[in-house]
């Protein structure tokens, strides 16, 4: 059994990562360190890092990193695991490429790791980015990565910690899943793009919290990348009650905030929406 089968704790600090990953694995993953260092030394005890933290360069090259889940000696996991371990905090990795049963298509996987270093579980995004926003450039992910199936809750410090990645965020659905397996944070590493985070990306984070009555924490990618692509940034922590309570600024970084689990509860009891379900 790892350590993150633990009693239920009362309080959890958590960190949403900003970063402004590139091309060059190697120099992503020191920033990584750096910045969980950061935040583990601030007292966080779970870091969520953002949608492609470790590869952030052209879509066609993905696969060339590609990892399989649970290689404990892949580059990517081997430093994921180590940071762990040596600052004793609990990871969750954004998305990464694994390896799937297309070579050319690899998942966009969030890796869960305890403090200990152990894997705890994997989620492969859902709903891939196809879209067209014109002027402001297009996007065809499914071109590049195959797409996954199943909805997971991790079981983290005591708490359910349900994942999604970026695009996800869209559909309500899943997070009404997540929330009836047990979710009581849902995790959202993300490079929204900067068209439309600047529109959607409060809004919908404070819905998915609002309306499933739980504590998001949302990292974000920030900044410019390889092909052109800019990413709007504001990784933040929200409660129950939709209220930021954390959010970082235009750098790298990271918002760090408290879940508190009798003010979860107390939402869930004064407004009972989630019991009140009819469809």
């Not at 009650?241 to 970084?253: F, N």
């Amino acid at each position: 059994m790892t350590s993150s089968a633990q009693d239920a704790k009362a309080t959890l600090s958590v960190a949403a990562l900003q970063l402004s990953s590139q091309e060059a694995v190697s120099e992503n993953l020191e920033r990584v360190d750096t910045l969980v260092t950061a935040a583990a030394r601030a007292g966080a005890e779970l870091c969520v890092l953002p949608e492609n933290f470790a590869y952030m360069g052209p879509e066609a090259g993905k696969h060339q990193v590609a990892e399989r889940v649970g290689d404990a000696d892949a580059p990517i996991q081997a430093a994921l695991r180590r940071i762990a371990a040596r600052e004793r905090v609990a990871i969750v990795a954004g998305g990464f490429p694994e390896r799937s049963a297309d070579p050319e298509r690899p998942f966009n996987t969030s890796a869960c790791f305890a403090a200990d270093g152990e894997l705890v579980t994997a989620y492969r995004k859902i709903h891939l980015f196809d879209v067209d926003l014109r002027s402001h450039g297009s996007q065809c992910e499914s071109r590049n990565t195959s797409g996954g199936r199943e909805v997971v809750v991790a079981r983290l410090l005591g708490f359910g910690v349900g994942l999604s990645i970026c695009y996800d965020l869209r559909f309500p659905e899943l997070y009404r899943a997540l929330v009836d397996q047990g979710a009581e944070i849902l995790t959202v590493p993300a490079a929204f793009t900067l068209y439309t985070g600047k529109d959607h990306w409060h809004v919908l984070l404070r819905a998915r919290a609002i309306e499933a009555q739980c504590y998001v924490v949302a990292a974000a990618q920030w900044g410019r990348h390889p092909e052109g692509r800019a990413t709007f940034g504001h990784a933040l922590i929200a409660d129950p009650w939709g209220t930021v309570t954390a959010e970082a600024s235009d750098q790298l970084g990271f918002a760090l905030g408290r879940v508190e689990r009798e003010f979860l509860h107390e939402i869930r009891t004064r407004v009972p929406s989630l019991a009140h379900r009819r469809l």
